[in-house]
T-cell receptor, first 117, second 113 residues
């Protein structure tokens, strides 16, 4: 079974600064997807960024980028130029890339990010 | 395009009762997945339905069940409610192939007293 570990329950960063959230995972599969989801106080789960395991290039979405280290099974999220609206719970998630369409997401325990004005 | 909708948004039930939650996916999406979120257990996968068939199931007791209709709308049912079933229940929809994104609804907050 796959597991996802987020070792930082809470993080804080000054507005406009950069912060990195850590995630490690364990799997015996070679093909999979990794995601970072954001859950603000509204509780709506929002996809921030995704990475396909077969791609060596790290994914980037505006101020959000990842550092994907497949051999180390590490998947960290970097938020640049932090904004007040980035304050939320961030979840790292894993999904198998099975040909049979496995939609199951395995989530980490989350990191609560606070932005300091 | 309308997002994933869940009804009701809030629900209070008594131990022993049963409850039905509804999820309407994004138009064109055929897969609906359900998750339970609690402070103690975090986010846990309940089950996934695709074209009216349960395709995957998490490790929950048989009191938790679901179904999907021909229009892809899905319901989940919890029978004989326990205090520990108090949680935020999230559903997510997608086209159903693993390369496709999943989009989450706002959730239903269930409180069992």
């Amino acid at each position: 079974a796959q597991t996802v570990t987020q070792s930082q329950p809470e993080m804080s960063v000054q507005e406009a600064e950069t912060v990195t959230l850590s995630c490690t995972y364990d799997t015996s599969e070679s093909d999979y997807y990794l995601f970072w989801y954001k859950q603000p106080p509204s509780r709506q789960m929002i996809l921030v960024i995704r990475q396909e395991a077969y791609k060596q290039q790290n994914a980037t979405e505006n101020r959000f980028s990842v550092n994907f280290q497949k051999a180390a099974k590490s998947f960290s999220l970097k938020i640049s130029d932090s904004q007040l609206g980035d304050a939320a719970m961030y979840f790292c998630a894993y999904r198998s890339a099975s040909n049979f369409g496995n939609e199951k997401l395995t989530f980490g325990t989350g990191t609560r990010l606070t932005i300091i004005p | 395009k309308a997002g994933v909708t869940q009804t009701p948004r809030y629900l209070i039930k008594t131990r022993g009762q049963q409850v039905t939650l509804s999820c309407s996916p994004i138009s064109g999406h055929r897969s609906v997945s359900w998750y339970q979120q609690t402070p103690g257990q975090g986010l846990q996968f309940l089950f996934e339905y695709f074209s009216e068939t349960q395709r995957n199931k998490g490790n929950f007791p048989g009191r938790f069940s679901g179904r999907q209709f021909s229009n892809s709308r899905s319901e989940m049912n919890v029978s004989t409610l326990e205090l520990g079933d108090s949680a935020l229940y999230l559903c997510a929809s997608s086209f159903g192939a693993s390369r496709h994104e999943q989009y989450f609804g706002p959730g239903t907050r269930l409180t069992v007293t």
